[in-house]
C-alpha cells in the first residue's frame, strides 16, 4: 500500500519542478529599446531548468552560444537564420549569446542562470567591435544581479 503513495508523491514533486519552471522570450530585433541589431531583453535572470525562447521578430538574426562563454558541462546551441529556438538551462553561470551576422554591430546577449560561477572566464573572451561595449554593459548587469 505504501509503494503506490510514495509513487504518486514521486510524481507529484516531478509535475512541480516542470511547473515551476519559467519561460523567457528574448526578440531578435533590427530595432528595439536599445538601438539596432538588439537582443531584447539583452540580460535574462533565470534559474537551473528555466527556458529562453529565442524569437527571430524580424529575419535574418540567429542565436548561439560564443566560444568560451558556457558554463561547464552545459550545452552549446547554435540556432539557424530567421527560425526560432528554445534553450533550456541547466547549468549554473553565465551564457554569452550572439547574433552572427549582426556580433560586429553588437548585437549580443548575456544569460545568468544561478550563482555565475563562469563569471571571469566568460568575461576573459575577448570581443570584437561594438559587442565588447555591450558586453562590458551586460557583465556589470550580471555583477549588479549576483549581488542581490
Known sequence: MKLPLVAAAV??????????????VVQML???EKGAMVFQPAFVRAVPGDTVKFVPTDKTHNAEIIKGMLPEGADAFKGKPSEEITVTLTKEGVYG???????????VAL???GKPVN?????????AGKAKTVF???????????SN
Open 11 to 24: 510524481a507529484l514533486l516531478a509535475l512541480a519542478g516542470a511547473a515551476s519552471a519559467e519561460e523567457h
Open 30 to 32: 533590427n530595432k528595439g
Open 97 to 107: 549569446v550572439r547574433c552572427a551576422p549582426h556580433y560586429g554591430m553588437g548585437m
Open 111 to 113: 544569460i545568468a542562470v
Open 119 to 127: 563569471l571571469e572566464a566568460a568575461e576573459a573572451v575577448k570581443q
Open 136 to 146: 562590458a554593459d551586460l557583465f556589470a548587469e550580471a555583477a549588479k544581479a549576483a
